[in-house]
């Protein structure tokens, strides 16, 4: 378990309790059948609303991260809006008009 934080890269952060949950997740299949099916959806309506003004790159509809771009800054462009995303520039090779 000591191990598991250094496959993780900045900017998700690991702690003990969170390695513990995600540990116990694969065990409760309910749960995780759940999760799947509510991320999935909320990822569809996401991407349906963002669709309109931003690019979105293809992931697979149940991954809960995706990629948009389209403004000069769209990173700034959702911190004004009270959306909490990450800097494309947090990444190799990106810039903040991704996130």
């Known amino acids: 378990m000591r191990e598991l934080p250094f496959k993780v890269d900045f900017p998700f952060s ?8 995600a540990l ?3 065990e409760d299949t309910e749960f995780l059948k ?5 991320t999935k959806k909320s990822k569809e309506k996401t991407i349906r609303e ?3 003004r931003f690019h979105i790159a293809k992931t697979h509809k149940t991954t809960p991260i995706f990629l948009c771009g389209g403004q000069k800054d769209t990173y700034g462009y959702f911190l004004q809006k009270g959306i909490l995303t990450v800097p494309g520039s947090e990444f190799m090779n990106l810039d903040d008009s991704l996130c």
């Open 14 to 21: 690991i702690t003990n309790i969170s390695i513990r949950a």
């Open 24 to 26: 116990k997740v694969p």
């Open 34 to 38: 759940k999760t799947i099916k509510k």
């Open 50 to 52: 963002l669709g309109r």
